[in-house]
């Protein structure tokens, strides 16, 4: 099973941005899709956004469409989640996730993707604070 470490959070102001890491061990990144979610005090944890392998296709929400992205270099075996123009309501802990799809899965995000089932290997999570 990969395991996934996250880092990158802290606090910004509001207009500010972030760039989340998320470092993958014991696996190649290459043949798993990756994921973004956030869990905002007293929600559920929510999909932000989701990239099938290295070819494949890619899912944000609608929330931060515009102004997040997701990239990966599968070479260092991590994963990037780059957040700007930050807004208060995208406080929240942010969690990466991985799950093996194989290399000619091209439309796991659109299909799987978009939900926490979706994915088997998690990170700790990493703390994001933007403030007014």
């Known amino acids: 099973q990969v395991q996934l470490v996250e880092s990158g959070g802290g606090l910004v102001q509001s207009g500010g941005s972030l760039r989340l890491s998320c470092e993958a061990s014991g696996v190649r990144l290459e043949n798993y899709a990756i994921g973004w979610f956030r869990q905002a005090p007293g929600k559920e944890r929510e999909v932000v956004s989701c990239q099938s392998n290295s070819d494949g296709d890619q899912y944000y929400a609608e929330s931060v469409k515009g102004r997040f992205t997701i990239a990966r270099n599968d070479a260092k075996n991590t994963f990037y989640l780059q957040m700007n123009g930050l807004v208060p309501v995208d406080t929240a802990v942010y969690y990466c996730?991985?799950?093996?799809?194989?290399?000619?899965?091209?439309?796991?995000?659109?299909?799987?993707?978009?939900?926490?089932?979706?994915?088997?290997?998690w990170g700790r999570g990493t703390q994001v604070t933007v403030s007014s």
């Open positions: 996730a991985a799950e093996p799809v194989g290399p000619m899965t091209y439309y796991y995000c659109s299909n799987y993707g978009k939900t926490l089932q979706g994915f088997g290997s």
